[in-house]
């Protein structure tokens, strides 16, 4: 009854945690060391540990929660290069459009508008953005269907080609080259495509 009540906050707190843990070691295939003669009954270490003294539960511990996984240990993201981001968004972008249905609902239509100006604002890449607003400002989106909106993306995505020296790409085959996602039971669609408000 002397018993500090965060002290046994604290202690029901580390048992959740050794429970949770037990658990997700089976989840993960790690399985009690049947000659362990340690306090541990895992080959490995817990992924976390908490710490507490049992004299002052609020005594600091150098290292209270310890992340053991080594893909977790602090590394400096390597930065992303403005060729990387172009390639990720133009993928996209160009999904969205071999996906975008025939008969677009109006909801699509202003989906579609909207996201294209919001990169223009949002792209994280500013010489690139403010680019982007000048080619939609001189090429506005047209989203009245799939074949409208996939040759559109691909006049402007030459826009941006040749304003970098790069190749212009035959919009004939723009279908050939971005197919669907491969999707099981059409769980890819876009949502909405078979809405009567079109
Ligand atoms: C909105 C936007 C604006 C950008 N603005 C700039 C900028 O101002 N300055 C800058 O340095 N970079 C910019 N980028 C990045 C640039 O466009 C490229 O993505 C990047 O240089 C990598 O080029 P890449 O040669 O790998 O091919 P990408 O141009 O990224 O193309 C990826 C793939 O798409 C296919 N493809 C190419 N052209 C077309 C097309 N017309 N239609 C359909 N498919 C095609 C090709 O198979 C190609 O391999 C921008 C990217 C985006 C999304």
Redesign the pocket.
């Known amino acids: 009854m002397s018993e500090n009540p965060l002290q046994a906050l604290f202690h029901n707190f580390e048992h959740v945690s050794n429970f949770v843990q037990r658990h997700l070691s089976n989840l993960i295939g790690l399985h009690p060391h049947p000659q362990s003669s340690g306090p541990s009954p895992f080959v490995r270490p817990p992924l976390f540990s908490i710490s507490s003294s049992s004299k002052n539960p609020l005594a600091k511990t150098s290292n209270p929660v310890q992340l053991r996984d080594s893909a977790l240990e602090a590394k400096p993201a390597s930065p992303v290069s403005?060729?990387?981001?172009?390639?990720a968004?133009?993928?996209f972008?160009?999904t969205l459009a071999a996906q975008y249905p025939d008969n677009p609902t109006r909801q699509q239509k202003k989906d579609v508008k909207d996201l294209v100006q919001i990169?223009t604002r949002l792209?994280p890449?500013k010489?690139?953005?403010?680019?982007?607003k000048e080619?939609i400002r001189a090429n506005p989106v047209q989203a009245g269907s799939h074949a409208e909106f996939s040759q559109w993306?691909?006049?402007v995505?030459?826009v941006?080609?040749r304003?970098?020296g790069?190749?212009?790409?035959p919009?004939e085959r723009?279908d050939a080259?971005?197919g669907k996602l491969d999707c099981e039971q059409k769980a890819c669609e876009v949502i909405g495509s078979t809405s009567i408000f079109g």
Do not use: I
């Not at 403005?82 to 390639?87: A, I, P, Q, S, T």
């Not at 010489?127 to 982007?132: M, N, Q, R, T």
């Not at 790069?166 to 790409?169: A, D, H, T």
């Open positions: 403005k060729e990387d981001l172009g390639r968004t133009w993928t972008l160009h990169l792209y890449c010489e690139c953005a403010d680019h982007f080619v993306l691909c006049h995505h030459n941006v080609n304003s970098l790069k190749p212009v790409f919009c723009v080259r971005w």
